[in-house]
């Protein structure tokens, strides 16, 4: 289940705000320019299911989001627990980032944490089967996949150069809860 916790960025300990409802989560992240929808989920894709068949799934509502911001490229990017460059997928983007166009990500499978940084506050948001979330250009956050990750993402660009992750070198992201605690 989705959820949105939001924290004073200066003390993870203190919540301000906590909700599992999809109008909640909207509202709140939209008052800071984040997109986030819940989409119809199709039906289980078959087993191995190839990066067209889940395009294809979704393409009425890819095509949607293609026509209201300019997006130009769609991509799937799956990640397992048995990936042997899981550990390295986690780290490179547990750090606190920007990116010089929006992040869009529709969660087909699986689950990831993102951590927006806006208005003195980390917006905690756990994002699972059927959430978009769409961070705007230049929004601090990061990701957070967990130690054995199980998703399949359909990706929206603008530009692929635009999705390069331009580290802040703040350590914000190693003082909030970890993935692990958050979805458990």
Not at 6 to 27: C, H, L, M, Q, V
């Amino acid at each position: 289940m989705s959820r949105l916790t939001i924290y004073p960025d200066s003390n993870p300990e203190r919540i301000t705000f906590d909700s599992e409802a999809g109008a909640e989560i909207a509202k709140a992240l939209g008052a800071i320019g984040v997109r986030f929808e819940r989409w119809e989920t199709q039906a289980p894709l078959p087993e191995g299911a190839d990066d067209e068949a889940v395009m294809e799934a979704y393409n009425a509502d890819i095509e949607r989001l293609k026509s209201e911001n300019g997006y130009k490229s769609v991509d799937v990017i799956r990640l397992a627990p048995d990936n042997p460059r899981k550990e390295e997928f986690r780290l490179k983007f547990l750090s606190e980032h920007t990116h010089a166009e929006d992040e869009v990500r529709f969660f087909v499978e699986g689950a990831g944490v993102f951590y927006l940084r806006e208005k003195d506050q980390v917006y905690m948001t756990l994002c699972t089967r059927g959430d978009l979330i769409s961070v705007p250009a230049g929004v601090r956050h990061w990701f957070d996949m967990g130690p054995q990750p199980s998703l399949t993402c359909i990706r929206l660009f603008t530009t692929p150069e635009g999705w390069i992750a331009d580290f802040t070198g703040d350590d914000i992201a190693d003082k909030f809860p970890k993935f692990e605690r958050r979805a458990a």
